[in-house]
């Protein structure tokens, strides 16, 4: 995994005046309460001390402490805090991050490294959803699901991105891969974004999601491609020792695998008149019967399945040959679930609750998916 991030600064002669009480009085104006200031011990790499100084709000009188730049109320630096979300998300164990900012000397515990993925997860959660409520119109949405084992169950994830730049805009824990969960969550996010087109694998429940969403639906022309061509293999090695085929039709062993070719070039191709060959493809196996209730399927019904659900959904797997912004392939979302949730999983024996998975990978999505450095500053903000 690479991440490129910017650590918070300490900057321990910058003080940022609040621009309201903090206590919610809504004034704005404050004067000194001393002016000596107070040091204040801080655990940092680099200082392990400020100044901060105290200010009365004149509307209600009450006083509240102005730290430098990248330091807060709490013991450690935004620095430190920012260091030691960044090693976890690098694969460091919560143990590993404690050994290591010992050996700086501005060491913390394993609980508070925990305490601070957590924290800055939550923010990063937050900053995700006000993300995708402003974020304008994301005309093409990608999603896809995976699993992760929490206290020894396995769970699943489904994630939703945005096509064009894999950034994450919905994430839920779903039970099972069912069409009512995976409505919820794609609908949520397609009516924020405006979504037009969604792009997924072929999974019978993404069909459902479109149906009632009205969404425009490309089929990831890669999983297609995989499937048929393994369900071709399939078909080429049963028809070798098959039954005859059906007495009213005229096919032959000859024949269907001369058609399986056809259907491989079809997928990897995908020619314009894609659909008038399917057409005249299913012409030539309609007449072959459904086996009665208990027996195997012949290897010939099993190629009239093969051409009848290709031509059913031909139109889905070409939509991006009429449109320009998607190149018909499921990848933003398989990037974010290998790089941003599998890769940093494999380290892990599992999560301890499901919130950590939402607050951990979304803050991994994140740091991946900003354009250049991400500044780690937003998070302590």
């Known amino acids: 995994m690479r991440l490129k991030v910017i650590l918070p600064k300490v900057e321990p002669d910058v003080y940022d005046m609040p621009e309201e009480c903090p206590y919610g009085c809504g004034g704005k104006y404050f004067k000194p309460h001393g002016v000596r200031g107070e040091w204040k011990p801080l655990r940092d790499p680099k200082y392990d001390e400020v100044v901060s100084y105290r200010y009365k709000c004149i509307r209600c009188g009450r006083s509240f402490r102005v730290y430098p730049r990248g330091v807060g109320p709490g013991p450690q630096s935004d620095r430190l805090k920012g260091m030691s979300v960044f090693l976890y998300v690098l694969g460091v164990s919560y143990g590993g991050v404690e ?10 515990g394993k609980t508070t490294v925990y305490n601070n993925v957590q924290a800055s997860g ?7 959803r006000h993300t995708v409520q402003q974020g304008g119109k994301r005309a093409v949405i990608g999603a896809d699901a995976t699993s992760v084992r929490v206290q020894g169950e396995t769970v699943g994830i489904e994630v939703v991105v945005d096509d064009a730049t894999g950034e994450l805009l919905g994430l839920e824990i779903i039970v099972s891969e069912s069409s009512t969960e995976i409505i919820e969550v794609i609908k ?11 792009v ?5 429940a993404y069909q459902e999601v479109v149906d009632e969403t009205g969404l425009e639906h490309q089929l990831c022309r890669h999983h ?7 369900l071709a293999d399939a078909l080429a090695e049963q028809v070798t020792h098959a039954a005859d085929p059906p007495a009213e039709s005229d096919l032959t062993p000859e024949q269907l695998t001369d058609d399986l070719d056809q259907l491989r070039d079809l997928v990897r191709h995908r020619p314009p008149d894609g659909e008038t060959q399917l057409e005249q493809l299913y012409d030539r196996y309609k007449g072959v019967p459904k086996p009665p209730p208990g027996e195997r399927y012949s290897v010939w019904y099993r190629m009239r399945m093969l051409i009848t ?3 059913d959904r031909w139109r889905c ?5 009429r449109r320009d912004d998607l190149d018909g392939t499921n990848n933003a979302a398989e990037r974010l679930i290998g790089w941003w949730i599998k890769e940093r999983y494999r380290l892990m024996r599992g999560y301890k609750r499901e919130a950590s998975i939402k607050n951990v990978v979304t803050l991994t999505a994140r740091m991946g998916a900003a354009e250049g450095y991400y500044d780690m500053s937003e998070l302590f903000a």
Request: aromatic share 4%.
């Open 317 to 321: 797997l070409t939509v991006d040959q």
């Open 224 to 230: 297609v491609k995989e499937n048929v061509e393994d």
């Open 188 to 198: 949520t996010v397609a009516e924020s974004v405006a979504a037009e087109v969604l």
């Open 99 to 108: 050994d290591f900012t010992g050996a700086l000397g501005c060491g913390i």
């Open 122 to 128: 939550e923010e990063a959660r937050q900053r995700q």
């Open 309 to 311: 659900r290709l031509w």
């Open 200 to 204: 997924s694998d072929d999974h019978g």
